[in-house]
């Protein structure tokens, strides 16, 4: 399944780029939104009820105050694709919205292995969803007005990017999602779709730093920060009410699944993530190759590391060579290495596909 990369900008507004990444990709966008589970049998049935005004109102109301510019860019992506706004919106701020649904039905994904040491400094990250959003995303590689330009894989639908992304100032990201309990979540607080939008023009780690402390987010999140020009890597844990928690990673392998590791908070037990987590720390991590072994895995036939259904699946893998300076995509399993895009981590450049 070929994954796009759709060049854009720069733009005259953030309208106009949201309105040509959804003109370009209608037809996705709108499979993604007949298709999503979550949104057609939670998020939408909740939308037509009373009840869901207070929220809905609320999360445009600090969103739309606070990051203006992404949130034309989301009304420019409904009006290019033709989708309704509302379910744009919804599958938007979908962490925000389920924990107060009667009874949500949370996803919880992706597992990340990191090192710095002085023979390799490798950030590598499976990106796992539910088995309906396969073959639903693309790459946008946008220029900005400032000439900043930025790689971001995308779900349809969705702002660039909840998953991972990287910049022409050798900043790079990938994400972990965290199940804090409902108490720990602040109602119609700044979504984190917006932040990690945001974190894609960032000029330096210390920049993005200041982003992710000053984002006032209603739900917390796990960051992994990597500097291609520092080799420097950190995991940022934050939580609602300004609260985070950072780790440099060091020559000991970090392995982070979806749950907090080092920043005190409130979580739903998650076994899926305990077991990855467990599994991890029994394998060997002393080579890229073992790296990409560990994503990988599946021994265990109930929580596998390497996801393919019947629910959830890794929809692909990323490999970030700090020593390289590059960025490859490796799609089905990583232990096979079959990498279909390479990025240059100084310049987001397509190096091959």
């Known amino acids: 399944m070929v994954l796009e990369v759709f060049e854009v900008g720069p733009c005259q507004s953030s309208y106009q780029m949201g309105f040509l990444i959804g003109r370009r990709f209608s037809d996705l966008i709108m499979s993604r939104l007949s298709t999503d589970l979550i949104l057609q049998n939670q998020l939408l049935p909740w939308a037509r009820t009373p009840e869901s005004c207070p929220l809905i109102e609320a999360l445009g109301r600090s969103n739309r105050h606070k990051f203006p510019e992404y949130w034309d860019e989301l009304v420019g ?14 599958i938007n701020f979908r962490k925000e919205i389920l924990p107060f649904l009667p009874s949500p039905e949370l996803v919880i994904e992706c597992s990340d292995v990191l090192v710095v040491d002085e023979s390799m400094a490798i950030a590598a990250h499976n990106e ?65 779709n917006f932040v990690s939008r945001n974190l894609l023009e960032a000029a330096s780690m210390s ?13 917390g999140h796990s960051y992994n920060l990597v500097d291609a020009r520092l080799r420097k ?37 998650d076994e899926n993530s305990i077991s990855r987590q467990n599994r991890a720390a029994m394998l060997p991590k002393r080579s890229k190759e073992d790296f990409l072994s560990v994503l990988g895995d599946m ?16 929809l692909c893998t990323v490999l970030m060579d700090l020593d390289r300076q590059t960025l490859s995509i490796l799609q089905g399993n990583p232990k096979n290495g079959e990498i279909s895009h390479v990025f240059s981590m100084l310049t987001s450049e397509l190096l091959s596909a």
């Open 299 to 314: 021994e265990d036939p109930k929580y596998p590391i390497f996801m393919t259904g019947p629910r959830l699946y890794t």
């Open 207 to 219: 920049d993005a730093m200041d982003r992710i402390r000053s984002s006032e987010v209603s739900v």
């Open 128 to 192: 796992d969803n539910i088995v309906t959003l396969l073959g639903r995303t693309y790459l946008v590689r946008a220029t900005l007005p400032n000439q900043i330009t930025f790689i971001a894989y995308t779900y349809a639908g969705e702002l660039p990017s909840c998953a991972f992304g990287l910049n022409s100032s050798g900043l790079a990201f990938t994400l972990n999602a965290v199940p804090p309990s409902k108490d720990e979540i602040v109602f119609g607080g700044i979504g984190r």
């Open 77 to 90: 992506m409904a009006d290019g694709s033709g989708a309704p706004f509302l379910e744009i919106m919804l």
């Open 233 to 269: 890597i950190l995991n940022v844990e934050t939580a609602s009410r300004g609260r985070l928690s950072v780790h440099e990673v060091g020559a000991d392998p970090f392995f982070h699944a979806n749950m907090y590791l080092h920043l005190p908070a409130t979580q739903v037990h």
